[in-house]
């Protein structure tokens, strides 16, 4: 009987390691597509509404995407206070504070760092050209993400639960 809960036991771990390791790729993903669809609704604010960056940061903190949501919780904390920062700075400081902590990498974090030099500052049309470039970007790193999900988080969730197995037979 305690062999059977010891092999229980250790093909669970490793079982649960592996898919630890899928899970940090598939939140990747998913934060990458949230930004997506924040930067689609920054877009389109932009354009038609002529929204203020403030008022836009507001209106993301209530995404559906929960890491996006706070990334943009925070940049909004960061907004209100009255410290006589830039908005240009209040947005990379958050970006490269934060952004790992949701799951971004330094390429997609440099990125939205980059859109701080035009969020806010100049024409509608010129914050358009600069978002559409930085949608393409993000894309470009949401389809890397995917298929380093396809791909490694397999192999990972694979070989954790065979070096379970195999642990389970060198012990038995």
């Keep these: 009987m305690l062999k059977l809960v010891g092999i229980v036991l250790i093909v669970g771990s490793f079982t649960g390691i592996g898919m630890a390791q899928r899970q940090t790729y598939q939140g ?3 934060v990458l ?29 209530r995404s559906k995407q929960p890491q996006v949501a706070e990334l ?3 940049m ?6 009255e410290n006589g920062l830039s908005l240009t ?4 400081r958050t970006f490269q504070q934060h952004g790992s902590e949701a799951g971004l990498r330094e390429e997609d974090i440099r990125i ?16 358009k050209k600069c978002l ?12 890397a ?8 988080g397999m192999v990972y969730r694979t070989c954790c639960i065979a070096a379970g197995l195999l642990l389970v037979f060198v012990l038995l």
């Design 33 to 61: 597509q949230g930004l997506l669809h924040a930067l689609e609704l920054i877009s389109d604010e932009v354009s038609f509404r002529l929204t203020s960056v403030p008022d836009l940061v507001e209106m993301l903190t």
């Design 145 to 152: 993400a995917q298929t380093d999900l396809k791909s490694k």
């Design 72 to 74: 943009f919780s925070r």
């Design 76 to 81: 909004n904390t960061s907004l209100q206070e």
């Design 112 to 127: 939205l760092c980059d859109m701080s030099d035009f969020i806010g500052k100049y024409d509608a049309k010129s914050q």
């Design 28 to 30: 990747r993903v998913n």
């Design 132 to 143: 559409d470039y930085a949608h393409k970007r993000l894309e470009t790193q949401l389809e």
């Design 89 to 92: 700075y209040k947005w990379m």
